[in-house]
């Protein structure tokens, strides 16, 4: 028994594993008073292309009342500590 089910755990456990989160770094604004922020956040899986992201982030920004002015970047590798650090407060917090 333990022949078949560890096989068959390794099959369905790697490939969720080996599947890269995508980086995406955005500028977004509040109005009243003027406020901008760069950021960097995570989404699951594979990246989707600027829009399909851009969609993903506006929804997750309205919700504090921020607007996604645009998606500078998106890359399925980790950011530096550099773009970690410009991100500040807002990496990773949406």
Aim: charged share 20%.
């Amino acid at each position: 028994m333990k022949r078949i089910l560890f096989p068959l755990f390794v099959a369905l456990v790697l490939p969720a594993a080996a599947r890269a989160d995508c980086f995406v770094e955005y500028k977004a604004k509040q109005d009243s008073p003027l406020r901008l922020h760069y950021g960097i956040s995570r989404l699951p899986g594979d990246c989707p292309g600027s829009g399909a992201a851009a969609e993903q982030l506006s929804a997750a920004l309205a919700r504090d009342g921020w607007t996604l002015l645009n998606v500078v970047g998106l890359s399925t590798k980790e950011p530096g500590d550099s773009k970690k650090a410009n991100a500040g407060e807002y990496y990773l917090r949406y």
